[in-house]
T-cell receptor, first 108, second 113 residues
Framework: GQQVMQIPQYQHVQEGEDFTTYCNSSTTLSNIQWYKQRPGGHPVFLIQLVKSGEVKKQKRLTFQFGEAKKNSSLHITATQTTDVGTYFCALNDYKLSFGAGTTVTVRA | EAQVTQNPRYLITVTGKKLTVTCSQN?????MSWYRQDPGLGLRQIYYSMNVEVTDKGDVPEGYKVSRKEKRNFPLILESPSPNQTSLYFC????????????FGPGTRLTVL
């Protein structure tokens, strides 16, 4: 499958701070999906990006697709305890290839 | 309620004893797939199915079988489980193909002794 590099693997954030997780591919992507998995739960779809340079926002979450369609980022502002979990990017080419995920913990 | 169900949720078994994990969705989705999740490796696709009687290998198909005789069901079969198949398994479905939102089941935690 495609090579997916997701960084960082772990992110420890003080409540109220911002952070960003990155997803990089060695090939040009048709689209990218982002999922969130709460501890003990299953992955839940957050968003899909399709267009080069696309930026989408969901409240405090901002998703971006790179101009070359080889990378993507998820930026969370004013982190809350509800943001705890693992965030996965998934590259889509009939077979979904997931990154290893960024596991986020929040210090209150 | 639209959902993907998996059974069993937890299973402890021994090496070589055949087992089946069932997956069912009530959303009339064409695309279904199985993943395994291991620490530090994310989700790796085992098999996927584009529609009834159409299945294909994912990235880690060795040791697994699937079938898609009905649109709603996509069972995962381990003919002779081994300890390296101890993992957390997720079934997922989506409308059309993989380019759409994947709906995941609750997961099955399998331990092979």
């Amino acid at each position: 499958g495609q090579q997916v590099m997701q960084i960082p693997q772990y992110q420890h954030v003080q409540e109220g701070e911002d952070f960003t997780t990155y997803c990089n591919s060695s090939t040009t992507l048709s689209n990218i999906q982002w999922y969130k998995q709460r501890p003990g739960g299953h992955p839940v779809f957050l968003i899909q990006l399709v267009k080069s340079g696309e930026v989408k926002k969901q409240k405090r979450l901002t998703f971006q697709f790179g101009e070359a369609k080889k990378n993507s980022s998820l930026h969370i502002t004013a982190t809350q305890t509800t943001d705890v979990g693992t965030y996965f990017c998934a590259l889509n080419d009939y077979k979904l290839s997931f990154g290893a995920g960024t596991t986020v913990t929040v210090r209150a | 309620e639209a959902q993907v169900t998996q059974n069993p949720r937890y299973l402890i078994t021994v090496t070589g004893k055949k087992l089946t994990v069932t997956c069912s969705q009530n959303m009339n989705h064409e695309y279904m797939s199985w993943y395994r999740q291991d620490p530090g490796l994310g989700l790796r696709q085992i098999y996927y199915s584009m529609n009834v009687e159409v299945t294909d290998k994912g990235d880690v198909p060795e040791g697994y079988k699937v079938s898609r005789k009905e649109k709603r069901n996509f069972p995962l079969i381990l003919e002779s489980p081994s300890p390296n198949q101890t993992s957390l398994y997720f079934c997922a479905s989506s409308l059309g193909d993989s380019h759409n939102e994947q709906f995941f089941g609750p997961g099955t935690r399998l331990t092979v002794l």
